[in-house]
């Protein structure tokens, strides 16, 4: 299935999304318009060619700092002592029609290539997710996010990996 991604507009039929996750299908449905409208979060939404209103999947991006003492040791050393920007990832979901056809990939890949594009204006020197289940956690970690020390479920990759997904 050929998907196009895209900025949410007001045009998504996001009532019928269901990802399993309620959180997540509520967020779609009720607060990613408002997000974006105060300017927290960019919501962007997989749609198939053959059904361009149909919400497949989304992801969010907002840009973030984490404190540089977080980090892994490999990375600390190379950066300063005061916050490092980052982009976060702060949600990425596929609806249960679309699950196991490789959708979260793609927007994955999608993700990484915006913020890729971006850093080439504003800083960032990596991307950061926020697990909420082993499930993602395993997603993540199979594209070379790493655990953050001491943070259950953060999760990075480097700016050197995310252009390589991209």
């Not at 900025?7 to 299908?25: I, N, R, S, V, W």
């Not at 974006?36 to 919400?55: N, T």
Request: glycine residues 6%; charged residues 20%.
């Amino acid at each position: 299935m050929t998907y196009s991604i895209q900025p949410l507009t007001a045009d998504a039929q996001t009532a019928e999304f269901k990802c399993g996750e309620l959180a997540l299908d509520e967020y779609l449905q009720r607060y990613a318009g408002q997000d974006i409208k105060r300017g927290i979060a960019r919501v962007f939404v997989a749609s198939a060619l053959e059904r361009p209103q149909v919400v497949a999947g989304f992801y969010t991006l907002s840009a973030n700092s984490v404190a540089a003492d977080t980090l892994p040791e490999k990375w600390r050393k190379k950066l300063p002592r005061y916050p490092v920007p980052v982009a976060l990832l702060g949600r990425l979901a596929v609806s249960q029609p679309f699950q196991g056809q490789g959708l979260g990939s793609i927007l994955l890949a999608d993700a990484c290539k915006r913020v890729a594009a971006a850093s080439q204006t504003l800083a960032v020197a990596a991307i950061v997710v926020d697990a909420k289940s082993p499930k993602a956690a395993a997603f993540y970690q199979h594209f070379g996010f790493i655990e953050l020390p001491g943070q259950p479920g953060r999760w990075m990759l480097p700016r050197s990996h995310f252009a390589d997904l991209a």
